[in-house]
């Protein structure tokens, strides 16, 4: 990824809205080594996938990688191109699964966030759980609740990574 790109990104953060990360932040992610261990809580790296049009980044995800599933930590897409491009990087993601490695996609999605919670509901995900105080909301110091989604065609259920 260039250094434009990652301005694009945090360009597209701030047009989006509710949790936006600074270009530092995007950086920082992005460059997060691999690690390699046996334990399938632990993390072993990071990805950002992005969605374009016309060679303009249009969405794009962070996700972390374990051992026995994928962790989506940010998605985010242009309000002109919302579902189709949350669809599109979600496609991409569900065809790495394979039932004997990585069997799962979770992500925490706020509760006030119900467009969100309906299109991963249209793309297959269950809510499994409530995560207490997950989201502080910009500008404000109130704790929000998320809803924990899972993908899960192979019928398995990641541990719960503390971080949740």
């Known amino acids: 990824m260039q250094f434009n790109d990652y301005t694009e990104i945090a360009d597209l953060e701030e047009i989006t809205g509710d949790?936006?990360?600074k270009v530092e932040h995007i950086k920082k992610f992005a460059n997060l080594s691999q690690k390699t261990t046996s334990d399938p809580k632990e993390l072993k790296g990071h990805n950002i996938y992005v969605a374009e049009a016309k060679e303009v980044i249009v969405g794009y995800m962070?996700?972390?990688?374990y051992a026995?599933?994928?962790r989506i930590i940010k998605m985010v897409a242009h309000p002109k191109?919302?579902?189709e491009s949350w669809a599109f990087m979600l496609q991409k993601l569900k065809g790495k699964l394979m039932p004997t490695r990585?069997?799962?996609?979770?992500i925490c999605v706020p509760e006030h966030n119900t467009a969100y919670q309906m299109f991963l509901k249209e793309q297959k995900f269950k809510a499994t759980e409530i995560v207490k105080n997950?989201?502080?909301?910009?500008?404000?110091?109130?704790p929000r609740d998320g809803y924990?989604?899972?993908?899960?065609?192979?019928g398995s259920k990641p541990e719960k990574d503390e971080n949740e």
């Open 148 to 154: 924990l989604f899972e993908f899960s065609p192979f």
């Open 62 to 65: 962070f996700v972390q990688l």
């Open 81 to 83: 191109f919302g579902n």
């Open 68 to 70: 026995d599933h994928y």
């Open 102 to 106: 990585k069997r799962s996609i979770v």
């Open 134 to 142: 997950k989201f502080v909301r910009l500008g404000s110091t109130l």
């Open 19 to 21: 949790f936006p990360w």
